[in-house]
């Protein structure tokens, strides 16, 4: 089967396989996402990345933390179009999921971070985020000695809390984040019932349609750049980055992990439901018109994305000061 | 020992007493708090509490949650002076603990609500904090089927979505979130090398001095109404629900289970550090200045009041909608 897979001006791309190649393009979810040699795992370094990604003490106001818009309870996103923060103010695109981010690069909407470690510093800062300075929540930090001491543990050193520490551990604990045994991973892994008759159809739509061009991979992303025709979107996406006039109004793929759970979608979450999504990327990306039918299928597909949700015990964060 | 303990205009207590009677004002936490007839305790009725108690649902922003000020990774608190809510505007005062409320009556400074249960529905209405109607709480849960499931199993009935359910669900769920086995429950029931030397000998002060003349009962609480000069204050308090013109600038005692982890103190959250607590306390409602031996003796007797803080999963909330 010839296909031609044109979702944008900027990506278009002749795939010229099987469907059955296609359907190689996505995996299950690795056990264990890529960790990058200058940051390893350990469990110390998971519990203070925790505690750190809870804790507002990385806010202006000292109210909002990582996890206020990244909520673990809603699949680690808030379920607003756009996100809101400091002063309550609202943002110019819809929360991320952090749910399998450690699969997925660049990071943001617009990919102006490498990595998970670069990505996390970027709320913190920002205005409409948490309003923060990097250095003040040095000093927060300094002031509380149970976390220097963990610092301290974690990364050694006499000035142990920088905030490259402070990336590295909230990225090792994003990394500890992810959704195994989705219907679809048991599917790949060879349990044929593992997706309903409608899902199973949807999955074929999925690959003969064209929308695993860009949603492959682990993670179902690319990670590429493709400009899509979003309801209500006058965001420039990727060019705030390059400045490149090829790249107004691209955005970087999502993911479609636990898709069901993180509405509502585009950058700028002006759709509210999941069959809704598919229709505008049906005639924004594909170009073309999906049947009713069509659409269910695909959206009995995407609600077989949902993996098993990571459980924690809610952390108690440090409480004495200086 | 005659002590004459007079730590307001509006209560004086003479106190006939000797210290040993004095301490038994004092008991360990009881294992179960008080639990009404018309809300007895089921799991499922605490599962619904929990998720209820974390969801952004009931808010109009839909971004706050009772979790979000009574922030259990902080002991139920915020840390903040006084809360801020909607539009991350602060309100009038400091952010009571969850913690143990279950063994306090009535709820709030000002003591408007006489249970848990009428507790529960005010915030969700402040315009300072959660800024929602009690129709609309109920018509978004009704969004949501497995709300609307979880509901019926537990209260049964046609039409289970209602204030009166919502707010027995959460009170439910307050009901679990206590701290036993302090030091000072160790020490009361007996076992004498639970309080350091100086943490005893601030026992002792406490009832000496009088601070267990209002600080008593199983959360050091009595639930009465006191006229204690603050800094910073001009809040009526009390005044606001009954109009008495004695009740003015009166609030009610809070408790000092976990006080080392609830800062900062006073109604409106003007008293950074524990120490200074024990030194206003001394100097404005037992008039009497404290040396400071005996403030770091008090002290040290406050930071054995810390219990065993509640351990549970963080929830995953219903995201499916009608």
């Given at each position: 089967?010839?296909?031609n897979i044109?979702v944008?001006?900027?990506?278009?791309?002749?795939?010229?396989?099987?469907s059955?190649?296609l359907a190689?393009?996505?995996?299950?979810l690795?056990?264990?996402?890529?960790?990058?040699a200058?940051n390893?795992?350990?469990?110390?370094?998971?519990?203070?990345g925790?505690?750190?990604?809870?804790?507002?003490?990385?806010?202006?106001?000292?109210?909002?933390?990582?996890?206020?818009?990244?909520?673990?309870?809603m699949?680690f996103?808030d379920?607003l179009?756009?996100?809101l923060?400091?002063?309550?103010?609202?943002?110019?695109r819809?929360?991320?999921?952090?749910l399998?981010?450690?699969?997925i690069?660049?990071?943001?909407?617009?990919?102006r971070?490498?990595?998970?470690?670069e990505?996390?510093?970027?709320?913190i800062?920002?205005?409409v985020?948490?309003k923060?300075?990097?250095?003040?929540?040095v000093?927060?930090?300094?002031?509380?000695?149970?976390?220097?001491?963990?610092?301290?543990?974690v990364?050694?050193g006499?000035?142990?809390?920088?905030p490259?520490?402070?990336?590295?551990?909230?990225a090792a604990f994003?990394?500890?984040v992810?959704?195994?045994?989705?219907?679809?991973?048991?599917?790949?892994?060879g349990?044929?019932?593992?997706l309903?008759p409608?899902?199973?159809r949807?999955?074929q739509l999925f690959?003969d349609?064209g929308c695993?061009?860009?949603?492959n991979g682990?993670?179902?992303?690319?990670?590429?750049?493709?400009?899509?025709k979003?309801?209500?979107?006058?965001d420039?996406?990727r060019y705030?980055?390059?400045?490149?006039e090829?790249?107004k109004?691209?955005?970087?793929?999502?993911?479609?992990?636990n898709?069901?759970l993180t509405?509502p979608?585009?950058?700028?979450?002006?759709?509210?439901?999941?069959r809704e999504?598919?229709?505008?990327m049906g005639?924004?990306?594909?170009?073309?018109?999906?049947?009713?039918?069509?659409?269910?299928?695909?959206?009995?597909f995407?609600?077989?994305?949902?993996?098993?949700?990571p459980?924690?015990?809610?952390?108690?964060?440090?409480?004495?000061r200086?």
């Amino acid at each position: 089967v010839l296909k031609n897979i044109c979702v944008s001006l900027s990506f278009c791309l002749v795939l010229s396989v099987s469907s059955s190649t296609l359907a190689g393009l996505i995996e299950p979810l690795p056990a264990i996402p890529p960790i990058p040699a200058d940051n390893t795992m350990t469990p110390e370094k998971v519990e203070l990345g925790k505690m750190l990604f809870f804790d507002p003490l990385l806010s202006g106001s000292k109210w909002i933390s990582c996890a206020t818009c990244h909520n673990p309870a809603m699949g680690f996103t808030d379920r607003l179009p756009r996100a809101l923060g400091h002063g309550m103010s609202e943002g110019p695109r819809n929360t991320p999921t952090v749910l399998n981010a450690a699969f997925i690069k660049p990071q943001f909407w617009d990919g102006r971070a490498a990595t998970l470690e670069e990505q996390a510093l970027g709320p913190i800062q920002a205005d409409v985020e948490m309003k923060h300075s990097l250095e003040g929540a040095v000093e927060d930090i300094n002031k509380m000695p149970e976390y220097v001491e963990m610092f301290r543990k974690v990364f050694g050193g006499d000035k142990p809390v920088t905030p490259e520490n402070i990336a590295k551990a909230i990225a090792a604990f994003e990394r500890t984040v992810i959704t195994p045994d989705s219907p679809l991973d048991r599917y790949l892994e060879g349990d044929v019932q593992a997706l309903s008759p409608e899902a199973a159809r949807g999955f074929q739509l999925f690959q003969d349609k064209g929308c695993i061009a860009c949603h492959n991979g682990p993670a179902l992303t690319d990670g590429g750049f493709h400009i899509i025709k979003v309801p209500g979107s006058v965001d420039l996406g990727r060019y705030n980055v390059t400045k490149e006039e090829s790249d107004k109004y691209s955005f970087r793929t999502p993911t479609l992990r636990n898709v069901a759970l993180t509405w509502p979608y585009m950058n700028n979450g002006s759709v509210a439901t999941l069959r809704e999504a598919v229709e505008v990327m049906g005639r924004e990306a594909l170009h073309t018109n999906l049947s009713p039918e069509e659409v269910s299928d695909i959206e009995a597909f995407l609600n077989a994305l949902t993996g098993d949700m990571p459980r924690f015990e809610y952390p108690i964060l440090p409480s004495g000061r200086l």
